[in-house]
């Protein structure tokens, strides 16, 4: 059964880094499209950065210059580098895997069909 582990949340100040992991368990094809989102309490998970097999990335407009994706197919790890943190990053963020839906919007949740733990990034001013 294929899952997904999250790891490297934290708390930073604003300015700082964080890199967050996102390891894909019980899949034996190299990564699939995958997608980093975020929500915090009371506003729907929104799509962040996302990435599909060749390559191909989609970021939000609020985090461009600032979050970068990448993966290793080898070990089957997605990782999001954030920069520059601002106190409005502050939120829980997932790792996702489209598996089994069709092709469409890439920030999309509803591309997604498999759900990492959500892992809480909280910035300080």
């Known amino acids: 059964q294929v899952h997904l582990v999250t790891s490297g949340g934290g708390s930073v100040q604003a300015g700082g880094s964080l890199r967050l992991s996102c390891v894909v368990f019980?899949?034996?094809?190299?990564?699939?499209?995958m997608a980093w989102f975020r929500q915090v309490p009371e506003l729907e998970r929104g799509g962040v950065v996302s990435?599909?097999?060749?390559?191909?990335?989609r970021s939000a407009d609020s985090v461009k210059g600032r979050f970068s994706v990448s993966r290793n197919d080898d070990n089957l790890t997605l990782y999001l580098q954030i920069d520059s943190l601002k106190p409005e990053d502050t939120a829980m963020y997932s790792c996702?895997?489209?598996?089994?839906?069709?092709?469409?919007?890439?920030?999309?949740?509803?591309?997604?069909?498999?759900w990492g733990q959500g892992i809480q990034v909280t910035v300080s001013s």
């Open positions: 996702a895997a489209r598996l089994g839906v069709p092709p469409g919007e890439m920030l999309a949740a509803q591309q997604y069909d498999i």
């Open positions: 019980g899949y034996a094809y190299g990564l699939p499209q």
């Open positions: 990435v599909r097999r060749d390559g191909t990335t």
